[in-house]
């Protein structure tokens, strides 16, 4: 948390009573995508799925073609030397999630780099982040232009600690601990889905 924080205004999160954690849904998943290593050629990214409960049900290297990142020797290295599934691979891997409902934080972005017929077996495909600035602006939490920029962002304005692990495993979990507080303040309407 930042020292401009002290100076927002808006309701405190942490002086409310606490309130009886949600039963695990065991349709409901959460997804992390981190980029590890790029070399202008190929980006080294891992995916990872936590269910409800708490479980890491997927986690895994993937090489895809991009040409994204500097061809630095150390870029280079990290991507050739990993082991990791190719775009196909990736495909397999996410059959755990069939019929799952998944969340993401920024779900659009995360969408693009799913194969699509990954996300055609998905029950849903919602935004973790979109949620959160629905609750936020119901509790009067003010937020700036662009907040919550990332889950960590999020968890720091209700007082939840940040995932300073940038495996996605754990960046999964640390997601559904949010959305499972979130779940502890509001009614849960039909979230919306980023599949269509």
Not at 11 to 34: C, K, M, N
């Amino acid at each position: 948390m930042a020292w401009t924080d002290l100076f927002r205004t808006g309701r405190s999160f942490g002086v409310e009573p606490r309130r009886r954690p949600p039963e695990p849904r065991p349709d409901q998943a959460w997804l992390h995508i981190r980029s590890v290593a790029a070399d202008g050629r190929r980006h080294l990214l891992q995916y990872a799925v936590a269910d409800d409960f708490g479980a890491v049900m997927l986690s895994a290297f993937v090489r895809v073609e991009s040409p994204v990142g500097e061809p630095t020797e150390a870029a280079c290295a990290a991507v050739a030397g990993a082991h990791a599934l190719d775009w196909r691979g990736l495909e397999g891997a996410l059959s755990v999630c069939e019929g799952l409902r998944l969340t993401a934080f920024g779900a659009g972005l995360a969408r693009g780099l799913l194969p699509a017929p990954a996300t055609d077996r998905l029950a849903g495909f919602d935004c973790a982040r979109e949620r959160f600035v629905r609750l936020a602006r119901r509790e009067r939490l003010r937020l700036e232009p662009g907040e919550p920029a990332e889950l960590n962002d999020a968890r720091a304005l209700v007082g939840l600690p940040p995932e300073r692990n940038p495996d996605a495993a754990l960046r999964a979990l640390a997601l559904r601990d949010l959305c499972r507080w979130m779940d502890g303040r509001s009614d849960r309407a039909e979230p919306r889905s980023f599949l269509q």
